[in-house]
T-cell receptor, first 115, second 112 residues
Framework: GAGVSQSPSNKVTEKGKDVELRCDPI?????LYWYRQSLGQGLEFLIY????????KSGLPSDRFSAERTGGSVSTLTIQRTQQEDSAVYLC?????????????FGPGTRLTVL | KQEVTQIPAALSVPEGENLVLNCSFT??????LQWFRQDPGKGLTSLLL?????REQTSGRLNASLDKSSGRSTLYIAASQPGDSATYLC???????????FGSGTRLQVQP
């Protein structure tokens, strides 16, 4: 079946612009995660959605970052007023509901470059 | 705060060798531990997941062990092949929190 998909695969933007990154999780997966992978910081958690529960936003680095998940499926990560330090690969993952297998399945990522 | 360390950072071996990748974590209150593989420019592929109550998991030539009390996991790769060349990441899920904390990875090169 189809895996996690993300779009765009690459995004180049100018400092100060807003960007939106999209994630389509695996069908039936109620949990959705965003991570960021950068050269200096490795792979770090950003935000987690589980069904209709309030999201865990504890990993968001600043209030310029936000995410939403509409209809319990597609998620959009928005970065406002982008800075050069936001350049990274943004990875999305999904998993089955808590209590079953917790394996997280990752998408190919969006490479964001802020000039 | 959970911290995950992987040793070595890079490893180069000839084809056919058995090898061990190491992962350590500072807080033993984990829910599970996962090993992932990442190929250049690609996302992560889950290899093995070990629940906190388990000691090991096996898949083909891969075997992962978990010693929760000492905060250690190892990934054993038998009879390595050039196609095993990739970065291997260890990640833990803490009890009560769904986010994964990742190590910095071991970059493996298997020479033909």
């Amino acid at each position: 079946g189809a895996g996690v998909s993300q779009s765009p695969s690459n995004k180049v933007t100018e400092k100060g612009k807003d960007v939106e990154l999209r994630c389509d999780p695996i069908s039936g997966h109620t949990a959705l995660y965003w991570y960021r992978q950068s050269l200096g910081q490795g792979l770090e958690f950003l935000i987690y959605f589980q069904g209709n529960s309030a999201p865990d936003k504890s990993g968001l680095p600043s209030d310029r970052f936000s995410a939403e998940r509409t209809g319990g499926s597609v998620s959009t990560l928005t970065i406002q007023r982008t800075q050069q330090e936001d350049s990274a690969v943004y990875l999305c993952a999904s998993s089955l509901p808590s209590g079953s297998t917790d394996t997280q399945y990752f998408g190919p990522g969006t490479r964001l470059t802020v000039l | 705060k959970q911290e995950v360390t992987q040793i070595p950072a890079a490893l180069s071996v000839p084809e056919g060798e058995n090898l061990v990748l190491n992962c350590s974590f500072t807080d033993s209150a984990i829910y599970n531990l996962q090993w992932f593989r990442q190929d250049p420019g690609k996302g992560l592929t889950s290899l093995l997941l070990i629940q906190s109550s388990q000691r090991e998991q096996t898949s083909g030539r891969l075997n992962a062990s978990l010693d929760k009390s000492s905060g250690r996991s190892t990934l054993y790769i038998a009879a390595s092949q050039p196609g095993d060349s990739a970065t291997y990441l260890c990640a833990v899920m803490d009890t009560g929190r769904r986010a994964l904390t990742f190590g910095s990875g071991t970059r493996l090169q298997v020479q033909p």
